[in-house]
């Protein structure tokens, strides 16, 4: 089964307004971290932001918020005001456990189109 | 902080040959690095795990003889693609732990990645 699950091959969103990608998750450790990387064209894996699975509040950092709903098990990703610049692949990720030695599992990406 | 820098970000070889991508974390000790590959348009497939002074851990299907990995100082891992042919032509991305932090919520860093082309 894939742990990381990302429904939405690409997306499409005005500038300025906000946007979210999907991605859900499967597990059965009770420990683990959820993150969201941006892919530019260039190809460098930026990291974005991060949820662990014991975080009782969504994590957010600047325009980016992460809508975490652990009983579903997703960890959708909330861009507000979306500039050109966003255009990129997303990939979702998550690391077992609570080692931060251990690796991460990435999702097919969604690739989001920022529209003028 | 917490900066990885990839060697070559491009490379065009011919078939028979091999290629070696260096890692290097530049502000920090990696204890451990991974090493992905990324075909187009699809999502980063783990190779294997690089733990410095020891042997490299494959995931299965990734031919050890093949991609050989060498990770003999803190700051340095090495993957040489020996006997390159067309279908190793991919995006190779590195990362590496961040700085000392063991926690959960430690990101990886990535390297910009290389692009191979065998011909």
């Known amino acids: 089964a894939q742990k990381i699950t990302q429904t939405q091959p690409g997306m499409f969103v005005q500038e300025k307004e906000a946007v979210t990608l999907d991605c859900t998750y499967d597990t059965s450790d009770q420990s683990y971290g959820l993150f969201w990387y941006k892919q530019p064209s260039s190809g460098e894996m930026i990291f974005l932001i991060y949820?662990?699975?014991?975080?009782?509040q969504n994590a957010t950092e600047g325009r980016y918020s992460l809508n975490f709903q652990k009983a579903r098990k997703s960890a959708n990703l909330v861009i507000s005001a979306s500039q050109l610049g966003d255009s990129a692949m997303y990939f979702c990720a998550m690391r077992e456990g609570l080692s931060g030695a251990n690796n991460l599992f990435f999702g097919t990406g969604t690739r989001l189109t920022v529209i003028p | 902080g917490a900066v990885v820098s990839q060697h070559p970000s491009w490379v065009i070889c011919k078939s028979g040959t091999s290629v070696k991508i260096e890692c290097r974390s530049l502000d920090f000790q990696a204890t451990t690095m991974f090493w992905y590959r990324q075909f187009p348009k699809q999502s980063l497939m783990l190779m294997a795990t690089?733990?410095?002074?020891?042997?490299?851990?494959?995931e299965q299907g990734v031919e050890k003889d093949k991609f050989l990995i060498n990770h003999a100082s803190l700051t340095l891992s090495t993957l040489t693609v020996t006997s390159a042919h067309p279908e190793d032509s991919s995006f190779y991305i590195c990362?590496?732990?961040?700085?000392?932090?063991?926690?959960?919520?430690?990101?990886?860093?990535f390297g910009n990645g290389t692009r191979l082309t065998v011909t």
């Open positions: 990362s590496a732990r961040g700085g000392a932090a063991t926690a959960n919520n430690s990101p990886l860093h």
């Open positions: 690089s733990n410095e002074g020891s042997k490299a851990t494959y």
């Open positions: 949820q662990g699975s014991y975080d009782e």
